[in-house]
């Protein structure tokens, strides 16, 4: 049972990576930008929660509708004061922005929350599931990290296949100046990409804190960069792609603590991209792009 244990865990890990790595691969897919503040963003999530839940004494719900407007507020301001005046700039420019913002946040945690980790208290109230006699327990918190990546996936797909909304982001992936041409408002299709993409990080930061009920100015760090290995191992680009790296990330990550070693997981976890991305260089969904001259 302890496999099946840490194989349930891990795909729980893996779908926050998931939620996470969605608004990576939105962005990129979109706007063709790398946004590596969005790590921050989740960190951001977590502590407008643990404000509002500790601090203000507001139900939980409450607390995450509130981080989810207020990360999608931040998400459209960061594009629209720190990417858009870059549009046509070289990628290393837009790279180092990113960086710039993501240590700014950063540091407006450390001054405002301190750098002592809070005790993020669980917003979820389900209750975990025993199976096998007993001998496996699956926590509310994982039962609900999985249905909600499911489901929020489902969305997304749905929303970009069936909505003018939807049609514009993919014109705009597509053809930035041929979708200008055709009456679609590109710059406000990027900024609700932000938009989505910052929601997500809210959501996925409130899940990652539950799991993991420990939030720092740093919480965001590494899951935002394993979020993106994800994206990248899935096909960055792709919804489903991001979704499946997710979760395989996770799983691999979670097993190996458990029979390899905790000090070595991480390692294994950039190797086994690495050998993915050798093999087939798009990610395991990704789609090869023919370049136009």
Same mark, same amino acid.
């Given at each position: 049972?302890?496999?099946?244990?840490?194989?349930?865990?891990?795909?729980?890990?893996?779908? *926050?990576?998931?939620?996470?790595?969605?608004?990576?691969?939105?962005?990129?897919?979109?706007?063709?930008?790398?946004?590596? @503040?969005?790590?921050?963003?989740?960190?951001?999530?977590?502590?407008?929660?643990?404000?509002?839940?500790?601090?203000?004494?507001?139900?939980?719900?409450?607390?995450?509708?509130?981080?989810?407007?207020?990360?999608?507020?931040?998400?459209?301001?960061?594009?629209?004061? @720190?990417?858009?005046?870059?549009?046509?700039?070289?990628?290393?420019?837009?790279?180092?922005?990113?960086?710039?913002?993501?240590?700014?946040?950063?540091?407006?945690?450390?001054?405002?929350?301190? @750098?002592?980790?809070?005790?993020?208290?669980?917003?979820?109230? *389900?209750?975990?599931?025993?199976?096998?006699?007993?001998?496996?327990?699956?926590?509310?918190?994982?039962?609900?990290?999985?249905?909600?990546?499911?489901?929020?996936?489902?969305?997304?797909?749905?929303?970009?296949?069936?909505?003018?909304?939807?049609?514009?982001?993919?014109?705009?992936?597509?053809?930035?100046?041929?979708?200008?041409?055709?009456?679609?408002?590109?710059?406000?299709?990027?900024?609700?990409?932000?938009?989505?993409?910052? @929601?997500?990080?809210?959501?996925?930061?409130?899940?990652?804190?539950?799991?993991?009920?420990?939030?720092?100015?740093?919480?965001?760090?590494?899951?935002?960069?394993?979020?993106?290995?994800?994206?990248?191992?899935?096909?960055?680009?792709?919804?489903?792609?991001?979704?499946?790296?997710?979760?395989?990330?996770?799983?691999?990550?979670?097993?190996?603590?458990?029979?390899?070693?905790?000090?070595?997981?991480?390692?294994?976890?950039?190797?086994?991209?690495?050998?993915?991305?050798?093999?087939?260089?798009?990610?395991?969904?990704?789609?090869?792009?023919?370049?136009?001259?």
């Amino acid at each position: 049972m302890s496999f099946v244990s840490y194989f349930i865990n891990g795909i729980s890990l893996g779908s *926050v990576y998931a939620l996470i790595a969605l608004g990576y691969t939105m962005v990129y897919g979109i706007a063709k930008m790398l946004n590596f @503040a969005h790590g921050d963003v989740i960190m951001i999530g977590g502590f407008v929660v643990f404000t509002a839940v500790n601090g203000m004494g507001l139900p939980p719900v409450v607390g995450i509708l509130l981080a989810v407007v207020i990360c999608t507020v931040l998400g459209v301001t960061i594009e629209r004061v @720190a990417y858009k005046p870059l549009r046509m700039a070289s990628p290393l420019a837009v790279l180092i922005t990113a960086i710039g913002v993501s240590y700014l946040l950063q540091n407006l945690a450390l001054l405002i929350f301190g @750098a002592n980790p809070k005790s993020f208290p669980s917003v979820v109230t *389900v209750p975990a599931i025993k199976l096998a006699d007993g001998q496996l327990t699956i926590s509310g918190e994982t039962i609900v990290t999985v249905i909600t990546c499911v489901v929020i996936m489902i969305g997304l797909s749905l929303f970009i296949k069936k909505t003018k909304a939807g049609q514009a982001m993919l014109a705009v992936s597509e053809d930035k100046g041929a979708a200008q041409l055709m009456g679609i408002n590109v710059n406000g299709t990027i900024a609700l990409t932000f938009a989505i993409g910052s @929601a997500l990080a809210a959501i996925a930061g409130v899940l990652l804190c539950s799991a993991y009920p420990t939030l720092s100015p740093y919480t965001g760090a590494m899951p935002g960069i394993k979020a993106f290995v994800a994206a990248v191992f899935g096909g960055i680009g792709s919804i489903p792609g991001a979704f499946i790296g997710g979760l395989l990330l996770g799983v691999i990550e979670n097993l190996s603590k458990a029979y390899i070693s905790s000090q070595l997981s991480d390692a294994i976890v950039f190797g086994v991209l690495i050998l993915v991305l050798l093999v087939k260089p798009t990610g395991i969904l990704g789609k090869k792009m023919n370049e136009k001259v």
